[in-house]
Each structure stands twice: as structure tokens, then as C-alpha cells.
T-cell receptor, first 113, second 113 residues
Framework: KQEVTQIPAALSVPEGENLVLNCSFTDSAIYNLQWFRQDPGKGLTSLLLIQSSQREQTSGRLNASLDKSSGRSTLYIAASQPGDSATYLCAVFVNQAGTALIFGKGTTLSVSS | EAGVAQSPRYKIIEKRQSVAFWCNPISGHATLYWYQQILGQGPKLLIQFQNNGVVDDSQLPKDRFSAERLKGVDSTLKIQPAKLEDSAVYLC???????????FGPGTRLTVL
């Protein structure tokens, strides 16, 4: 059974710092991996989708990497801003009958000005 | 491009009452998902539709939950009767098909008293 773990559960940094959020999954037979952002009381906003054949994907100040063999992904946020404060969720598509995502519990990021 | 629409945004009911949620996916998206997110957890799949058909409902508590997607567009999720443990945010998501990027609606926050 696929399990997704995100470490740390919470992170506080001062504005301007570069930071890394970690995601690990137990079964390397994934199809794709998707990173999301969730603001309090809101739905999920898609940040990046990495296909299984890719090693990384970039969007603005965000860079996500994928290492299927070790069961790990990282989300790198450059020059953090207070507006980046949110919960970041990692999710994997598994090779099963359905194509639903299996999520981690998320990392709650707080960036102070 | 309009996003995934959900209603209502909030609902408070007594246990043993019934409730229904509505979702309108992004136009042209064949795959529709309903997820349940309990406070502090990542979303968990309840049911996945591909056009009109159910692809995966293995985690749907079928004794009390039901869902339909008429004409392959809008979908409704119903709970009857509700239990205290059904208090959660119900998220609808859609994708073009299968393993493509998933886009989420704002969610419906259900409180069962």
C-alpha cells in the first residue's frame, strides 16, 4: 500500500530564506507526482506536476525534483515571502485501476517579515 | 478559464440528517474526483468518475454515501444519514483524463453536530 510522508510537519522561516520541503513515498511505481498549496479554509492550488520520466520541474521561484528510485521528491522555494505561508501537499499518482492521488499530510510553512 | 465550482461552501447539519454537495468541473474535463479531507490530514479519495462511469469507489462508505455524474458533467455527492465523523471538507477535482494534472474546487466544509 502506497504511503506518502512529508517532513517537517511545520516550518517557520524569516523572509528571504531559501527552503526545501521533503516528500517520500513507499512504492516507487508511481506515474506522476503533483505538489499543491492549500491556504486556510481554501481548496488546493496546483503548483507543479512532475511526470515519472522527468527529474525536475520549475515554475517561477519553485523547483520540484523527483527521484523515483529512492522514493523522494523535494520542493525548493527560493527567496521566500510572507505570501508563501500556506500548507504544501505532495501527492502521487499510483499505477492502479483508478488514477486518484495519494496525499501526504502536508507541511505548514510560515514566513515572517 | 473557469475553475472547478462547488456548492455550498459551508453546511451545518445534525447527525442522522442528509446532505448533498454539488460540483461542476472544468469544461471538457472527462475525469472527476470527490475527496474527503479531515482536519490535519491530506485529502482521501471517495470516488472517481470517467465521463459517466465510476472508475474507483472502493473507499466510498456505500451504506451512507452515494454519488452520481449525470451526462458526464456535473456531479452530486450525498450523505444519508450523516455521522459525527463525516465532519470534513469535501473537495471536488477534475482533470482532462487519467494521470493529467488535477484541479481542485474550493471545497464544502461540513460540520455534523
Amino acid at each position: 500500500k502506497q504511503e506518502v510522508t512529508q517532513i517537517p510537519a511545520a516550518l517557520s522561516v524569516p523572509e528571504g530564506e531559501n527552503l526545501v520541503l521533503n516528500c517520500s513515498f513507499t512504492d516507487s511505481a508511481i506515474y506522476n507526482l503533483q505538489w499543491f498549496r492549500q491556504d486556510p479554509g481554501k481548496g488546493l492550488t496546483s503548483l507543479l506536476l512532475i511526470q515519472s520520466s522527468q527529474r525536475e520541474q520549475t515554475s517561477g521561484r519553485l523547483n520540484a525534483s523527483l527521484d523515483k528510485s529512492s522514493g523522494r521528491s523535494t520542493l525548493y522555494i527560493a527567496a521566500s515571502q510572507p505570501g508563501d505561508s500556506a500548507t504544501y501537499l505532495c501527492a502521487v499518482f499510483v499505477n492502479q485501476a483508478g488514477t486518484a492521488l495519494i496525499f501526504g499530510k502536508g507541511t505548514t510553512l510560515s514566513v515572517s517579515s | 478559464e473557469a475553475g472547478v465550482a462547488q456548492s455550498p461552501r459551508y453546511k451545518i447539519i445534525e447527525k442522522r440528517q442528509s446532505v448533498a454537495f454539488w460540483c461542476n468541473p472544468i469544461s471538457g474535463h472527462a475525469t472527476l474526483y470527490w475527496y474527503q479531507q479531515i482536519l490535519g490530514q491530506g485529502p482521501k479519495l471517495l470516488i472517481q468518475f470517467q465521463n459517466n462511469g465510476v472508475v474507483d469507489d472502493s473507499q466510498l462508505p456505500k451504506d451512507r454515501f452515494s454519488a452520481e455524474r449525470l451526462k458526464g458533467v456535473d456531479s452530486t455527492l450525498k450523505i444519508q444519514p450523516a455521522k459525527l465523523e463525516d465532519s470534513a471538507v469535501y473537495l471536488c477535482a477534475s482533470s482532462l483524463w487519467g494521470y493529467n494534472e488535477q484541479f481542485f474546487g474550493p471545497g464544502t466544509r461540513l460540520t455534523v453536530l
